[in-house]
């Protein structure tokens, strides 16, 4: 009975269980960051981004009621094809399982991730009138084609992979700076951020089909979780 108590023990452990309920594996693919520009604060951030695995484990019990066509993919792909509203379902799931409180990163989190600052392209119009289509065409282009297994990308010198990839991340950020303070169930686009940064209405799962993103729409939309601890 020893051995099959300590055997038993050894595999809840191995599948991250602790015996109250909670799951850390989320957290063993966070690696911990120092933000340059916030007074050395420390930020715990996914190496990749949430993937079909994680968010199929969500479906399956009952988090996420959205089932997005790249479930259909491999395990280790970005899950692609939800909206603000969708990953704030995960995001309440994930944070019933895990120690940690997990949430989506602010744009200057995100920006102070990447190596390489996204450069403002040069405006195609002046007039205000025009400004939601002042940088359309103009932006960098991102990788064509699906989305890649977490890694297939560059990994800057911190651990984070894939923040070059074409899978943009959803953030926290508002599209315009101090309307979040009128409450998130009152902003009606975010900020996805990657080879540019693109406001993305809440309720758009695939930018393709347009959904009030300002500039060139994403390639696709994924998500990256972080935790201040």
């Given at each position: 009975?020893?051995?099959s108590?300590?055997?038993?023990?050894?595999?809840?452990l191995a599948?991250?269980?602790?015996?109250s309920?909670h799951d850390?594996?989320?957290g063993?693919?966070m690696?911990?960051?120092?933000?340059?520009?916030?007074?050395?604060?420390s930020?715990?951030?996914?190496r990749?981004?949430?993937?079909v695995?994680?968010w199929?484990?969500?479906?399956?019990?009952?988090?996420?009621?959205?089932?997005?066509?790249?479930?259909a993919g491999a395990?280790?792909?970005?899950v692609?094809g939800?909206?603000?509203?969708d990953v704030?379902?995960?995001?309440?799931?994930?944070?019933?399982r895990?120690?940690?409180?997990?949430?989506?990163?602010?744009?200057?989190?995100?920006?102070?991730?990447n190596?390489?600052?996204?450069?403002?392209?040069q405006?195609?119009?002046?007039?205000p009138r025009?400004?939601?289509?002042?940088?359309?065409?103009q932006?960098?282009k991102a990788?064509?084609?699906?989305?890649?297994?977490?890694?297939?990308?560059?990994?800057?010198?911190?651990?984070?992979?894939?923040?070059?990839?074409?899978?943009?991340?959803?953030?926290?950020?508002?599209?315009?700076?101090?309307?979040?303070?009128?409450?998130?169930?009152?902003c009606p686009a975010?900020?996805?951020?990657?080879?540019?940064?693109s406001a993305v209405?809440?309720?758009?799962?695939?930018?393709?089909?347009g959904?009030?993103a300002t500039?060139?729409p994403?390639?696709?939309l994924g998500f990256?979780?972080?935790?201040?601890?």
């Amino acid at each position: 009975m020893i051995r099959s108590g300590t055997a038993f023990l050894a595999m809840a452990l191995a599948l991250g269980w602790t015996g109250s309920g909670h799951d850390d594996s989320i957290g063993a693919q966070m690696v911990p960051i120092t933000l340059k520009d916030s007074g050395g604060r420390s930020l715990l951030v996914s190496r990749y981004e949430v993937t079909v695995a994680s968010w199929r484990k969500c479906y399956r019990d009952g988090g996420c009621p959205h089932m997005p066509e790249s479930l259909a993919g491999a395990d280790d792909v970005p899950v692609t094809g939800v909206n603000y509203i969708d990953v704030g379902k995960y995001l309440e799931w994930a944070n019933g399982r895990s120690r940690r409180e997990l949430r989506l990163p602010t744009l200057d989190e995100w920006r102070a991730l990447n190596p390489a600052p996204v450069k403002e392209p040069q405006l195609r119009f002046t007039d205000p009138r025009m400004a939601w289509a002042a940088n359309y065409g103009q932006e960098k282009k991102a990788p064509a084609g699906p989305p890649r297994p977490g890694g297939s990308f560059s990994t800057t010198s911190s651990g984070i992979a894939d923040l070059d990839g074409n899978v943009w991340e959803w953030t926290s950020s508002c599209f315009k700076s101090g309307f979040e303070r009128a409450g998130e169930n009152r902003c009606p686009a975010f900020v996805a951020a990657g080879e540019h940064e693109s406001a993305v209405s809440l309720f758009v799962r695939d930018p393709a089909s347009g959904g009030c993103a300002t500039g060139t729409p994403p390639t696709h939309l994924g998500f990256r979780l972080v935790s201040d601890r």
